[in-house]
């Protein structure tokens, strides 16, 4: 079986959903397909305005409104693919959805606040109007087609906002299931229950996390997520003009690409293909034929030393020194364990040799949590002076490259460094992992295009670019321009550009 993940924007229209349709039913001639679906384009942002909007006290009818409109949309554009019967059933379908959606909006602005599981069960719906529409969509298409409920399959295990999907506990469930029965099963994305029963979302890429927890379950021979890029670039396609888009990567590349900022990818999502040894492709619902980005553990075919240079923007650094750090046991522990319990996440951590600092980043939104949590934790010590005031540093940002072959190429990081120094991109901080696949260097957010850049025509422009200045362009200066002008087809082949 396969598992085949659409995004909003390969859902956004009736058209996109046609075709988003229309590739699930390729693969189904070929073998049974499990496909997960995110809401269309704009439904979820808009469930959430309408969560805001009600609790500023505005008109809960025009937010459900805008909500319908794209159903409605959807609905009325595929009168001319599904039959009238069908089509009406949908509408009750949504008609009950707007009805719920609208009783605990009311709820809310009585009572004047939304609990995160009221929130979680309106922020899901989108997604379960979407697989009610593809499998009314398949059938009409001549392919048997059912429905598959996250509820009762997806044990989620966090807050109601944020869960992860206990895979032990719900693996068995998808065994007393008669799978046979449906070539095509379809499930709704970003879904599950918790051990209450109460629905639970699974957070940032939730549908994306879904898919690989369904091919996990499920034993799946592959997993496929169909988004609107031709699969992972080397690096961002809207920083470097030439980025290249990349063939293959392993499950560790994947996982640092998708941590240091890769918007395709989510470390959450690789986490279960990884661990099941699961096949994943990246591909674009636009242009099905293009073959995308594989996910596996098969030996590398690229050769690429550095498979891709990534940029995670908006950092703050902090620096925890002082004559108490030193030989004192314990102290980086007591550091991680605060920003723990403040529930942030670090993004890249450094110290010292002498034991005299530790810097680590974080993303700037989270820093006065950070800030407080820290003072909270190590309160006697900067009043003793054991410590010194705790240093911030926003509008940073970590530009790292990323590549199994790093591991066993000498030389990469003095061209990693000499890359920037040529950019004159200052260095704030440097961290490499253990694994090698990875060095990261902290710098200034504005200066990020240029290190991006510079990065990417070291390792992987074979072009060379020459800058020549001229003062003085008379007789002599407009005969060397002249020569250059002459000599640039020659030195386009020694690929040299001036």
């Not at 980025?243 to 959450?268: D, N, T």
Request: hydrophobic content about 45%; glycine content about 6%.
């Amino acid at each position: 079986m396969k598992v085949m993940k659409f995004g909003g924007t390969s859902l956004a229209n009736w058209q996109r959903f046609e075709m988003a349709a229309e590739i699930v039913l390729t693969s189904a001639r070929e073998e049974q397909v499990a496909t997960v679906l995110s809401a269309p384009a704009t439904v979820t942002n808009n469930l959430l305005a309408m969560v805001n909007m009600v609790l500023a006290k505005g008109d809960v009818d025009e937010a459900l409104a805008k909500v319908a409109e794209v159903f409605e949309a959807l609905y009325a554009d595929a009168s001319v693919s599904l039959a009238e019967e069908a089509r009406q059933q949908l509408k009750k379908v949504l008609a009950r959805q707007l009805a719920s959606w609208r009783a605990k909006l009311a709820g809310v602005q009585l009572l004047g606040e939304c609990p995160d599981s009221v929130r979680a069960e309106i922020l899901v719906a989108g997604e379960r109007l979407s697989a009610a529409l593809m499998v009314e969509v398949l059938k009409n298409k001549g392919v048997s087609a059912g429905l598959l409920d996250p509820r009762e399959l997806f044990l989620g295990v966090g807050t109601p906002l944020e869960s992860v999907v206990d895979i032990a506990v719900s693996k068995p469930r998808f065994a007393l299931l008669k799978l046979d029965e449906q070539r095509v099963w379809v499930m709704p994305g970003f879904t599950a229950a918790g051990a209450d029963g109460k629905v639970v979302t699974l957070g940032r890429n939730g549908s994306d996390y879904s898919a690989a927890v369904l091919a996990a379950c499920l034993d799946a021979d592959s997993c496929e997520i169909w988004t609107d890029v031709d699969g992972v670039y080397n690096t961002d396609p809207r920083v470097v003009a030439d980025a290249k888009l990349l063939s293959q990567l392993s499950y560790q590349e994947a996982m640092e690409l998708s941590y240091f900022g890769a918007k395709v990818l989510h470390p959450k999502t690789i986490s279960p293909i990884a661990q099941f040894q699961i096949p994943c492709y990246i591909k674009n619902s636009f242009n099905p034929k293009a073959p995308g980005t594989l996910v596996s553990n098969l030996p590398d075919q690229t050769g690429l030393q550095v498979k891709a240079i990534s940029n995670l923007d908006n950092q703050t650094m902090f620096n925890v020194s002082g004559p108490g750090m030193k030989g004192m046991v314990g102290m980086a522990s007591r550091i991680l364990e605060s920003i723990a319990r403040a529930k942030v996440s670090v993004s890249l951590i450094t110290q010292s040799s002498s034991e005299y600092s530790i810097s680590f980043c974080v993303a700037t939104l989270d820093a006065p949590r950070v800030k407080w949590a820290l003072e909270q934790e190590f309160e006697l010590e900067l009043k003793s002076e054991l410590l010194e005031p705790l240093e911030m540093r926003d509008q940073l940002a970590i530009v790292s490259l990323i590549g199994d072959g790093m591991r066993t190429h000498k030389g990469v990081a003095a061209r990693f460094f000499q890359a920037l120094a040529q950019a004159s991109v200052n260095i704030i901080a440097i961290a490499q992992g253990s694994s090698e696949r990875s060095i990261s260097a902290v710098v200034e957010q504005r200066k990020t295009r240029h290190a991006v850049a510079a990065c990417h025509q070291g390792f992987f422009d074979v072009q060379q670019y020459l800058d020549v200045f001229l003062v003085g362009a008379g007789n002599i200066g407009t005969g060397l321009l002249e020569q250059i002008k002459q000599q640039e087809a020659m030195l386009k082949g020694q690929h040299i550009s001036i």
